[in-house]
């Protein structure tokens, strides 16, 4: 027997056929004789329709009532489901958030898990019961609903499970997996079966676009074992209810991933522009000068390149951000030109950052050498680079966003099973 919480989302729920589709996947769990505690988003579309609402109401709208009005469409799903389950013989119930409760901070619209007492859903699991909780939501310190941020029910899925002691968070979702790259860019990715808790983060950061960052920091810290798989595939094929390997992608501790590979996968992010500040004064402060104010405007700063200075006097600093913000990061600097000391101001916009990921590159040299020589080949001008231990980033020209992805991926053997 296992304990498994498995959280279904927007587009797995999206109406009643789907709902008794995803029942009929809680009951294989139930039926193998495992705990079940199932975490649910609303509806495919709902949330957004609600989220109107509440511009339509007021485009300055109080934060309590925003989260009141949006926690909603998960409370309709949660009770959905729960009568789904008990229609094929199941003992189920549903929760909302301030129910069990799950405790937040005070940031409506934007809230933190603070604390989750999974006790009752424990002591209840041990009775046959499934809990069937409304994602997304919590109960702030002021006593009203609180919200997660959008895709937060993935990050409530985490905490229940690390809550609960699960074996296994199984986020049932409309992909079925975690692929090497884009299959829409390169259709020889490959599903991973494994893939590191960092190296994950990295790749939802870059635009994989599977989970919530947050459920995926959340599952780190409590070394939640998470699979990510497709809730369309028949609840009843063979190996659906495997423990040790169902179909999907586990991410986990790395010290599972036994057999490692150098890079495990491409991801890139679009829409990125440059900025650079050409001859700036080379002394203390000046990067603080440039970048304090740009956080000040909520400008999220990416690739930072600062020149050596040649004659130790002046230096050039470059820098991306997303590219629907470089008006306004133009003009904050322009704004603060006196104070930072720089001569011109040039920026690009239209850019890709492609980005090479594995844990594996920690101990292996020449991983970036060779994606180098590879986008050489192809005639690819490289704008940016930037390294951490498991990743290297690579700003080029939008237009050769696809080639690139599909390059760096061949590089390094990704389309090779
Ligand atoms: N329903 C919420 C959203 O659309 C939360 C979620 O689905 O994860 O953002
Ligand atoms: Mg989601």
Redesign the pocket.
Known sequence: MARIVMKF??TSVADMDRIRNVARHVKREVDAGHEVAVVV??MSG???ELVSWTRDASPMHDAREYDSVVAS??QVTSGLLAIALQHLGINARSWQGWQIPIRTDNAHGAARILEINGDEIVRRMGEGQVAVVA??QGLGPDNRISTLG?????TSAVAIAAAVKADRCDIYTDVDGVYTTDPRIEPKARRLKKIAFEEMLEMASLGAKVL?VRSVELAMVFKVRTFVRSSFEDPDAPGMGDLLNPPGTLICDEEEIVEQEVVTGIAYAKDEAQISLRRLADRPGVSAAIFGPLAENHINVDMIVQNISEDGSKTDMTFTVPSGDVEKALRVLSEHKERIGFDVIQSESGLVKVSVIGIGMRSHAGVAASAFRALAEKGINIKAITTSEIKISILIDGAYAELAVRTLHSCYGLDKS
């Open positions: 989302g927007g988003s609303a709902k949330t957004n469409g998960e994602g997304f959008r895709g937060g029910s993935d919530q």
